[in-house]
């Protein structure tokens, strides 16, 4: 019996080995190839920076970051407003008509091809007749941003006691007051991480941004997405790191926020 | 009272329900709807490179429309070799590789969820914590990993496993590992969710009456988990079927997804029609998927 136990636990220690190898060793050799000095990708020339000094002296790719994060950030905050709504109506307003429809087009852009997605939504922007830019890839994002936000907040607002908020009701608060009050610090983590992942996705969307934007709008993955195209340089590895770092201080971040407030 | 009366729901109430709802009409709904009218309009150079059929003057304007309905982007979807050999590659090369990533990520997912307590949400993290990281960044490494003169190749000919190079970049072999990869999180977690809600006493109780750890697992372990398996396959699978940035960088000529196809069609050859057309038979292809992944979500949402 012993022994049975001891090789399960090997064989799981060893599962979990190669699994997190698996994930996380491409990712690993990009940050390690980032600092090569070596023009060629795969031969080690030595410890440098300079790629990190050419990158930021590429003018093009520094303005499509900020571009990218503009987007971001202001598609992060609509999905968030949005989505937020859209979990309260789920969790707390009952079986109200057409709520299988209101759910279904919650959950089916989350597995829905991007090319299916981007494509009907430039069909709308050209029909409506409003000119591709930023503002079409902030509602795009927004858009499925917003189903990220609704899903996260709603699990958190499942484990919320409505009795909490009608105890407000009763001492006289009103509907708003009362959830401003008393839902919303709750919640508040999962508004965090849904804005942050709302976020986080747009940064990264290439397919649906490279349908719904227009010229002067070239998002950062869009320039990646073609020097990657056009070969492999010491210059992605380097941006590639930098994305990686921003990702995991942003993690980090969420993971502190969220052991804090949770209970 | 009546402000607490959800039958009688407040203009606020009534706001909270109406912008999500009608956002997801205007942004979701409504552009499928506009992909269906497209696919069955006639193609034209310009823009929108494509003859309206829907713009509305009146009702015998419309019937007139009516009748400009055209096949002809459908018609040409079949007569072209390509679109066809094009969904058959997408399913097999998606289903193959949410085969395995299902047979990576249920070992992966078990352990973590027989792991202790204390560990288990710090494993589950660092699980889907690349899912958080650039998409476009964990294909290119993959590049980096697979090309002839790569990290792969160059390791096992130092080591001197092999010769010569192994050709695996721009191979259909190549798409399913960067799908495997990619989508592994979306497997994880699902699967996840299933093992760690299943009661321990079944199992202990049934390794008590005898059973073997394989008998263990294939009796109670994986029919248990079932619900996890069923919504991780179909959240790997039908997004995967429409994926176009790893055939596109990973894939050699030989491969053909409909999401690259489709992507073609749009910007190359800015045939409007025909990648409408393109799009509506891959969304018939993934309404039977679509509906049961639906089902399940509305079930999970159900039982809370």
């Not at chain 1, 089916?108 to 007749?129: D, K």
């Not at chain 2, 459908?74 to 097999?92: E, F």
Request: aromatic letters at 10%; glycine letters at 8%; proline letters at 5%.
């Amino acid at each position: 019996m012993k022994a049975r136990l001891t090789s399960t636990k090997a064989m799981q220690g060893s599962v979990l080995a190669l699994g997190f190898a698996f994930l996380y060793l491409p990712i690993v050799l990009v940050i390690l190839y980032s600092f090569n000095a070596s023009r060629l990708v795969t031969v080690w020339g030595g410890f440098s920076t300079r790629w990190y000094g050419e990158l930021f002296a590429n003018d093009q790719l520094m303005q499509s970051a900020l571009i990218s994060l503009e987007v971001a950030l202001a598609a992060g905050i609509l999905a968030t407003l949005i989505g937020t709504c859209a979990a309260v109506a789920l969790v707390r307003f009952g079986r109200f008509r057409g709520r299988t429809l209101f759910a279904s087009m919650i959950y089916a852009p989350l597995v829905m091809p991007e090319v299916i997605i981007g494509l009907a939504l430039l069909l709308l922007f050209v029909s409506l007749g409003l000119e591709r830019g930023l503002v079409t890839v902030v509602v795009a994002h927004a858009t499925l941003g917003l189903c990220y936000v609704a899903i996260i907040v709603r699990a958190r607002l499942i484990d919320c006691d409505p009795a909490l908020e009608e105890a407000a009701l009763d001492l006289g608060a009103t509907r708003f007051r009362a959830f401003m009050l008393i839902t919303l610090p709750l919640i508040a983590p999962a508004i965090a991480g849904g804005f942050l992942l709302a976020a986080t996705l747009s940064l990264d969307d290439l397919v649906i941004a490279s349908f719904t934007t227009g010229p002067g709008a070239t998002t950062l993955p869009m320039r990646i997405y073609s020097a990657v195209r056009l070969g492999v340089t010491p210059q992605i590895n380097a941006m590639s790191t930098l994305l990686l770092a921003a990702v995991a201080c942003g993690l980090g971040l969420a993971a502190l926020a969220l052991r804090r407030r949770a209970p | 009272m009546s402000a607490r009366d959800p039958k009688f729901p407040g203009l606020g109430q009534r706001l909270v329900l109406a912008m999500p709802f009608l956002w997801l009409v205007l942004f979701f709904l409504l552009p499928f709807a506009l992909v269906a009218k497209v696919s069955l309009s006639q193609s034209v150079l310009g823009q929108p490179p494509y003859q309206p059929v829907f713009d509305w003057h009146g009702l015998s304007d419309f019937l007139g429309k009516l009748r400009q309905f055209s096949a002809d982007a459908y018609v040409g979807l079949t007569q072209d070799p390509i679109y066809l050999q094009s969904y058959v590659d997408s399913v097999l090369i998606a289903g193959i590789a949410t085969i395995i990533t299902l047979l990576i990520a249920y070992p992966f997912a078990l352990a973590i969820a027989r792991a202790p307590r204390r560990w288990r949400i710090v494993l589950l993290l660092f699980a889907i914590a690349p899912f958080w990281t650039s998409f476009l960044i964990r294909i290119y490494a993959w590049i980096l990993l697979l090309k002839d003169e790569g990290l792969i190749n160059n390791a096992l000919i130092v080591l001197h496993i092999i010769r010569e190079p192994l050709h695996i970049f721009a191979t259909n072999g190549a798409v399913v590992i960067g799908i495997v990869y990619s989508y592994l999180p979306f497997m994880i977690l699902p699967l996840y969710a299933a093992l760690d809600r299943q009661d321990k006493a079944l199992a202990e109780a049934a390794a008590d009456l005898g059973a073997t750890p394989w008998g263990v697992f294939k009796r109670i372990t994986l029919p248990l988990s079932m619900p996890g398996v069923i919504a991780g396959v179909l959240m790997v699978f039908i997004p995967a079927v429409g994926e176009f940035v790893i055939p596109d960088l990973l894939g050699g000529s030989e491969t053909l997804m409909i999401g690259s196809t489709m992507w073609n069609e749009f910007f190359a050859n800015r045939d409007w029609p025909t990648a409408s057309a393109a799009a509506i038979v891959l969304l018939v292809l993934l309404v039977g998927p679509l509906a049961l992944y639906e089902h399940w979500q509305m079930r999970s949402e159900a039982r809370g």
